[in-house]
Nanobody, 120 residues
Framework: QVQLVESGGGLVQPGGSLRLSCAASGDIFSINAMGWYRQAPGKQRELVAAITRGGTTNYAGSVKGRFTISRDNAKDTVYLQMSSLKPEDTAVYYC??????????????WGKGTLVTVSS
């Protein structure tokens, strides 16, 4: 089993920055890709960004140039640096783990989510 624990959410003003972290524990060697998904009220969960163990990344078009995903394999942690935040980025952000080196769709493992609110 794999456990994913997110941290770093909160309230930020439009144009501000925030960094999310996701620490993996358990059977971490079964995970290759890790990613961030988000779900806004009344909307479906969507991919934000994902990264393989080898460093291949994938970003949603709406966040390209504003968000950066990275990972520290030694710490089994993935990060999402978010800049130039907009109100439409408001959502619950979920960490995801995938057994495969796939960055276009989620894997089986999910964290509980962390809320990001962008508002003045």
């Amino acid at each position: 089993q794999v456990q994913l624990v997110e941290s770093g959410g909160g309230l930020v003003q439009p144009g501000g920055s925030l960094r999310l972290s996701c620490a993996a524990s358990g059977d971490i060697f079964s995970i290759n890709a890790m990613g961030w998904y988000r779900q806004a009220p009344g909307k479906q969960r969507e991919l934000v960004a994902a990264i393989t163990r080898g460093g291949t990344t994938n970003y949603a078009g709406s966040v390209k140039g504003r968000f950066t995903i990275s990972r520290d394999n030694a710490k089994d942690t993935v990060y999402l640096q978010m800049s130039s935040l907009k109100p439409e980025d408001t959502a619950v952000y979920y960490c995801n783990g995938n057994r495969w080196a796939v960055v276009a769709r989620p894997g089986d493992y999910w964290g509980k989510g962390t809320l990001v609110t962008v508002s003045s």
